[in-house]
């Protein structure tokens, strides 16, 4: 898990200026509405970008709440970018009698909103006001279709075979109250009001056509944070993220996104997972076990195996006293693609702490969300691994899990899911 959370920087490939139009800040005439910021400067935030702007922290928030990422594109945004400081993730099961033609004028609807959103323009209908002096704040709106969507809506010999139920494993504690669902949206932001301000919206919009079945809150490191850009760390004080599929890899287009069938080709699969840390019982243990059983230095994320960050984790080294440096056991070797196959995803997870449960232990964890071209080779042989052999797997719960397909982006004009929609 600590291998589980995307961090990659803001650039110009995945992160663009603000498009043309009335900002929700510029409508109520704040300072400085209406400039647009470059990609990069968007991600730094703070004093990293106020130090490369050559202007004051206050200067660089103001930039950061004006970075956008455009909704249209071959890809639905919210995938290869980084995780924003907050996320709402929510499924919608489609209403009684809706059907294809209620899912279709759905999802016309969303997908307008979110271009909307993405520009940092008022959202049209049912527009609530709660994120009305905002800019855009990197709002990604993400949409997903599951297995039990298609039934519904008439499209059973559309339905994918990379739709059907991931396998039990063991020790899982799954909620279905809290799993599933028709329709799975993903909404990340780095301002809390502009994430719930959109998944309001969109629960207003789908008032008749589909109901809200759960909705989960998370949060990640916010930009500006640290004093340059750093891995985020979970909750369980892990940098996490580091051995994450890269953008530039040659190979990165064949993990993440599907080839097939049709409607889905550039789109990808997702697997959502709730994962509950006993964090009590992690944090009695000493860091230097934290670290074994994780394979890597808490400090600085390095390998045990030795270097830094970003070297390559050496599964085959040994420490003086000829015991492997890296625990046969530990968390990096059992989930890296060398003990499984090849098999990566891209993870793109967020925290979450929702108080405490009825034995006084903290309801607090990872909303695991990883992208992948197929979950048979992606999220499926990685998890039977873990949950046979990870030494971290006795600090975790999964409570909560999820498979969609993800279409992909929508061309200007068009809407997500289109191409299966009027297929």
């Not at 279709?104 to 006001?129: D, I």
């Not at 993400?142 to 396998?167: E, I």
């Not at 500006?224 to 993220?241: E, K, S, Y």
């Amino acid at each position: 898990m600590t291998e589980q959370i995307a961090e990659i920087s803001r650039t110009p490939e995945t992160e663009a200026p603000a498009a043309a139009g009335f900002s929700r800040r510029a409508l109520l005439g704040s300072a400085g509405a209406g400039l647009a910021v470059g990609a990069g400067a968007g991600a730094l935030g703070g004093r990293a970008l106020a130090a490369q702007r050559g202007g004051s922290r206050t200067e660089g928030a103001a930039a950061l709440g004006r970075a956008s990422v455009p909704f249209h594109g071959a890809h639905q945004a919210g995938i290869v970018q980084p995780a924003q400081a907050r996320a709402q993730l929510a499924a919608f099961d489609l209403a009684p009698g809706a059907g294809r033609d209620g899912l279709v004028k759905l999802m016309k609807g969303w997908s307008q909103t979110a271009a909307l959103l993405a520009r940092g323009e008022p959202a049209g209908t049912h527009e609530n006001q709660i994120a009305l002096d905002a800019g855009p704040c990197a709002v990604t709106v993400t949409f997903g279709f599951g297995a039990s969507l298609f039934d519904k809506a008439g499209l059973t010999a559309q339905r994918p075979p990379q739709l059907d139920p991931l396998p039990d494993f063991p020790e899982d504690a799954i909620d279905r109250a809290r799993s599933d669902g028709d329709l799975w949206v993903q909404i990340g932001a780095d301002d809390a009001l502009v994430a719930f301000h959109a998944l309001r919206v969109l629960q207003q919009q789908a008032a008749g056509l589909a109901a809200l079945r759960w909705q989960m809150s998370g949060f990640s490191r916010t930009p500006g944070a640290t004093d340059r850009p750093m891995t985020p760390r979970n909750l369980m004080g892990q940098v996490d993220g580091t051995n994450n599929p890269k953008p530039a890899d040659p190979d990165f287009a064949a993990k993440v996104f599907a080839d097939g069938p049709g409607w889905l080709a550039g789109g990808s699969y997702v697997v959502f997972r709730r994962i509950r840390m006993l964090l009590d019982n992690w944090e009695n243990l000493p860091t230097d076990r934290q670290e074994r059983v994780i394979g890597r230095r808490k400090s600085d994320g390095a390998p045990l195996s030795g270097g830094t960050e970003s070297t390559p984790v050496d599964l085959a080294k040994q420490n003086d006293d000829g015991l492997l440096a890296i625990p046969v056991d530990a968390h990096v070797r059992v989930a890296a693609p060398a003990s499984n196959g090849g098999a990566a995803m891209l993870r793109r997870g967020f925290s979450y702490h929702d108080g405490l449960l009825p034995d006084g232990s903290l309801d607090a964890g990872l909303l695991f969300v990883a992208f992948q071209a197929d979950p048979a080779r992606g999220f499926v042989p990685v998890q039977r691994r873990l949950a046979r052999g990870d030494s971290l797997s006795r600090f975790l719960r999964h409570e909560a899990s999820g498979l969609y397909a993800v279409p992909p982006g929508a061309p200007e004009g068009g809407y997500v899911g289109q191409a299966l929609l009027e297929g």
